[in-house]
């Protein structure tokens, strides 16, 4: 099993007090602030977008007699930013699992087979306030995916995605904290949680693991049909670096 997942880390830290004088009806008050170094949403902008294709079954793949089942994965390759325009290039890929015709042997048994391919796509969306040079984070949805079919060699493709982009960046902000003073003076406090970054990183983790077939399991001729998906995972923040546990769980078609 070859498993990979792009994982982001940020890191949250108090920082430093700051004060600043002010003169009220006479009173001198000192206004005590903190500094807030975070991660704000600069904009954010959300698409729809519907993807159609009649896929011809390659000859090295049997007839289809019976759709079983499909699913879908989006694959974002590029993402070009202009001036309040974010242009998204990438594919949708899919698998078909079916059952095939009738062979022609003593049996006349119907197999299991599959199919994968591909749609490409290109959207230009409009972001307003997003300006050249930025980076610009692409978060996907397959809302609807339909696969028909319309002869044992062909099939019909149809798909609903949602693509949701935003653009972030770093900024500080001061907020008011306390107020001292040496008069008696009335003031309302609340208590708000706050967390400002202290480190914001992206890296890939990646699993290699053999995995073996149980002896009361048929020896396998060929792969059908896999699928991985992780499970629980847990983070556990050490010194200089992240630990990560969790599972995955595996299903295999042969």
Not at 156 to 182: F, N, P
Not at 196 to 209: G, L, N, P, Q, S
Request: hydrophobic share 40%; aromatic share 10%.
């Amino acid at each position: 099993i070859d498993w990979c997942s792009k994982l982001s880390f940020i890191f949250c830290l108090p920082v430093s007090y700051s004060y600043n004088k002010y003169t009220l009806g006479g009173i001198f008050v000192e206004l005590i602030k903190r500094n807030i170094h975070m991660d704000r949403e600069r904009c954010r902008a959300f698409t729809q977008m519907t993807l159609e294709d009649d896929v011809i079954i390659s000859d090295s793949r049997p007839d289809a007699a019976k759709l079983i089942m499909d699913r879908g994965n989006v694959v974002v390759d590029e993402v070009k930013v202009t001036d309040d325009h974010a242009a998204v290039k990438g594919k949708l890929e899919f698998y078909v699992l079916y059952l095939t015709e009738k062979g022609s042997g003593a049996e006349e048994k119907n197999d299991v087979a599959c199919m994968e391919g591909t749609i490409p796509f290109e959207e230009m969306v409009f972001m307003e306030g997003v300006k050249n040079g930025d980076s610009v984070n692409v978060d996907w949805e397959i809302e609807d995916l339909s696969v028909g079919m319309i002869n044992s060699r062909k099939l019909s493709i149809q798909s609903l995605l949602g693509l949701s982009l935003s653009c972030g960046e770093i900024s500080d902000e001061e907020t008011a904290v306390d107020l001292y003073s040496e008069e008696p003076v009335e003031f309302r406090k609340k208590t708000l949680d706050v967390a400002t970054v202290a480190v914001k990183k992206k890296d890939i983790f990646r699993i290699k693991e053999e995995v073996e077939i149980p002896g009361s399991f048929p020896n396998i001729a060929s792969m059908i049909w896999s699928e991985v998906v992780p499970g629980t995972v847990e983070f556990k923040a050490l010194e200089d670096k992240i630990a990560l546990q969790g599972e995955l769980h595996a299903f295999f078609l042969y």
